[in-house]
């Protein structure tokens, strides 16, 4: 810690004698400063479950409004400092569904986006000194390992520090440890708080961290290199890597891409792998790939069950369908996604389908094989109406399971 302290203390002094500043005073930094904002009005409806055919799920039958507002505040650099702050809030007006009672949380979105209320999502102060950046507090992650899922009305965040170098030629170099997650939701009808990570979970030994180290080179053109490693302690220490390949050639574009996880539980869990492979291919504004992955697990409760990593948004497996994506980590699983889209630039529209498909090798009980059926679209306003945008998608659930998932979502970004 002192060392650290140390080196800290290097790098201001380092700062104030070398670098050049944005603002000449610190009231020009808050003045320069700048803000953003997102007015959101989206409606969920769901019938059925994707990942399970029992009574209960084939009883769900739900519908969800919401509303929310997203502001973001970043001053201009002083010396090389920055802070920033982002706030979210989000207003759940009605949530009908089979699991629902009026005036309680029991809502079949519960977990997702049945929760009302606001939070900072974001508090943090930044420091940079040539190509080194710290980044200390509340904050957004996107990492291949940790990742913060922006597919709900509020985005998961993590409170931590996070360090990034790209001295190294194209390089580029992160360390970070966070120390609390925020989910969407509390489960509970409130928008989700921060929390200690031995609180997510009652497997997470207690006062528990997590620490991620992150590689990503591009000296090789064309090639984008990765290369991740994360733990939480006392539960899962998890390993990524990945090897992208894209090139053009006039109007034709395409790419090769092959990943590698490994996750390996502690106590009595066992060792779960996930690998893949994506083709994608292209000509002018239409664009498809072919994607395929297998997860691998010899243990009943472990492997790469859930998710790939912390946050929702870690989301590894090239297979996987486009809105709801429960259920493509499940141990044991083949998946593959076929993906075609249409970017109508003329008219603001990308257009495009989806068709995933996860079968099971493993007996478990509650694991189905399952179809996913996406069909999705984007659309962004234009003159007057510049800055809103519809997004709107309809995944279908077949083979074992049975329903579907309607999502509409009205953004307004200023």
Same mark, same amino acid.
């Given at each position: 810690m002192k060392l650290a302290k140390l080196s800290l203390a290097a790098m201001v002094v380092a700062g104030l004698a070398s670098s050049s500043f944005a603002a000449d005073t610190l009231a020009d930094a808050f003045k320069n400063g700048k803000v953003s904002g997102e007015l959101r009005a989206w409606y969920f409806d769901r019938e059925g479950s994707a990942t399970a055919n029992n009574a209960a799920a084939k009883a769900i039958n739900s519908d969800i409004f919401n509303t929310g507002v997203v502001l973001g505040y970043v001053t201009d650099s002083f010396y090389g400092f920055k802070l920033g702050a982002t706030f979210q809030s989000n207003y759940a007006a009605f949530a009908d569904g089979s699991l629902s009672q009026a005036g309680t949380a029991?809502?079949?979105?519960?977990?997702?986006?049945?929760?009302?209320?606001?939070?900072?999502?974001?508090?943090?102060?930044?420091?940079?000194?040539?190509?080194?950046?710290?980044?200390?507090?509340?904050?957004?992650?996107?990492? @291949?390992?940790?990742?913060?899922?922006?597919?709900?009305?509020?985005?998961?965040?993590?409170?931590?520090?996070?360090?990034?170098?790209?001295?190294? @030629?194209?390089?580029?170099?992160?360390?970070?440890?966070?120390?609390?997650?925020?989910?969407?939701?509390?489960?509970?009808?409130?928008?989700?708080?921060?929390?200690?990570?031995?609180?997510?979970?009652?497997?997470?030994?207690?006062?528990?961290?997590?620490?991620?180290?992150?590689?990503?080179?591009?000296?090789? @053109?064309?090639?984008?290199?990765?290369?991740?490693?994360?733990?939480?302690?006392?539960?899962?220490?998890?390993?990524?890597? +990945?090897?992208?390949?894209?090139?053009?050639?006039?109007?034709?574009?395409?790419?090769?891409?092959?990943?590698?996880?490994?996750?390996?539980? +502690?106590?009595?869990?066992? +060792?779960?792998?996930?690998?893949?492979?994506?083709?994608?291919?292209?000509?002018a504004d239409f664009n498809t790939y072919v994607a395929y992955t297998k997860i691998t697990d010899d243990n009943t409760v472990a492997g790469i069950d859930g998710g790939a990593g912390l946050g929702g948004g870690a989301q590894t497996a090239f297979a996987k369908a486009y809105s709801s994506k429960t259920g493509t980590y499940d141990r044991d699983t083949k998946a593959y996604s076929v993906d075609a889209n249409y970017n109508f630039k003329q008219i603001g529209l990308l257009a495009g389908a989806r068709y995933t498909s996860v079968s099971v090798d493993s007996a478990a009980v509650g694991l189905q094989d399952r179809v996913y059926t996406d069909i999705y679209a984007i659309y962004n306003f234009t003159g007057a109406l510049k800055g809103l945008q519809a997004d709107v998608s309809y995944q279908d659930w077949s083979k074992d399971v049975d329903g579907h998932d309607f999502w509409f979502k009205a953004n307004y970004k200023f």
């Amino acid at each position: 810690m002192k060392l650290a302290k140390l080196s800290l203390a290097a790098m201001v002094v380092a700062g104030l004698a070398s670098s050049s500043f944005a603002a000449d005073t610190l009231a020009d930094a808050f003045k320069n400063g700048k803000v953003s904002g997102e007015l959101r009005a989206w409606y969920f409806d769901r019938e059925g479950s994707a990942t399970a055919n029992n009574a209960a799920a084939k009883a769900i039958n739900s519908d969800i409004f919401n509303t929310g507002v997203v502001l973001g505040y970043v001053t201009d650099s002083f010396y090389g400092f920055k802070l920033g702050a982002t706030f979210q809030s989000n207003y759940a007006a009605f949530a009908d569904g089979s699991l629902s009672q009026a005036g309680t949380a029991k809502s079949d979105f519960k977990a997702d986006e049945y929760g009302s209320g606001a939070v900072l999502s974001e508090a943090y102060v930044e420091y940079s000194i040539g190509k080194t950046t710290a980044k200390v507090g509340r904050q957004f992650i996107s990492t @291949p390992l940790v990742n913060g899922s922006g597919s709900r009305m509020i985005k998961q965040a993590f409170e931590g520090a996070v360090v990034t170098n790209t001295d190294l @030629p194209q390089t580029t170099l992160a360390a970070g440890v966070v120390t609390k997650y925020q989910a969407r939701t509390d489960s509970a009808g409130n928008v989700g708080k921060f929390v200690t990570l031995d609180s997510m979970s009652a497997s997470v030994g207690e006062g528990d961290y997590a620490y991620t180290l992150l590689a990503i080179n591009k000296s090789i @053109p064309g090639t984008t290199l990765t290369a991740q490693w994360a733990e939480i302690v006392n539960l899962v220490d998890m390993y990524y890597a +990945e090897a992208a390949y894209a090139g053009k050639a006039g109007e034709f574009t395409y790419g090769l891409a092959a990943n590698y996880q490994m996750a390996d539980w +502690e106590g009595n869990a066992d +060792e779960g792998t996930m690998y893949g492979a994506k083709l994608s291919l292209g000509f002018a504004d239409f664009n498809t790939y072919v994607a395929y992955t297998k997860i691998t697990d010899d243990n009943t409760v472990a492997g790469i069950d859930g998710g790939a990593g912390l946050g929702g948004g870690a989301q590894t497996a090239f297979a996987k369908a486009y809105s709801s994506k429960t259920g493509t980590y499940d141990r044991d699983t083949k998946a593959y996604s076929v993906d075609a889209n249409y970017n109508f630039k003329q008219i603001g529209l990308l257009a495009g389908a989806r068709y995933t498909s996860v079968s099971v090798d493993s007996a478990a009980v509650g694991l189905q094989d399952r179809v996913y059926t996406d069909i999705y679209a984007i659309y962004n306003f234009t003159g007057a109406l510049k800055g809103l945008q519809a997004d709107v998608s309809y995944q279908d659930w077949s083979k074992d399971v049975d329903g579907h998932d309607f999502w509409f979502k009205a953004n307004y970004k200023f």
